[in-house]
């Protein structure tokens, strides 16, 4: 959610970023993704991006590094 957040998403705006969105498109059909950025199509909530999250070891956020 960092990720998002500093991209500029509202990530507790249910309307923009949507969390565990079930999947209608592509190879995702009727899966689970861990989130979806929507916008609005025709007046109706659509998704234009899909997001998994994967956890990798040695990735930090630069406040966990320390200096040495």
């Known amino acids: 959610m960092r990720v998002l ?3 500029g998403y509202d990530v507790f ?11 209608d498109i592509g ?13 609005e199509v025709n007046g109706q909530p659509e998704p234009c991006l899909l997001i998994e999250c994967n956890c ?11 200096a040495t």
């Not at 990798?56 to 320390?66: D, F, H, L, M, R």
């Open 5 to 7: 957040n500093a991209l």
């Open 13 to 23: 705006n249910s309307f923009e970023v949507v969390p565990e969105f079930i999947s």
């Open 27 to 39: 190879t995702k059909k009727g899966e689970k993704v861990d989130y979806a950025i929507m916008r």
């Open 56 to 66: 990798q070891t040695g990735i930090y956020w630069a406040n966990e590094c320390s």
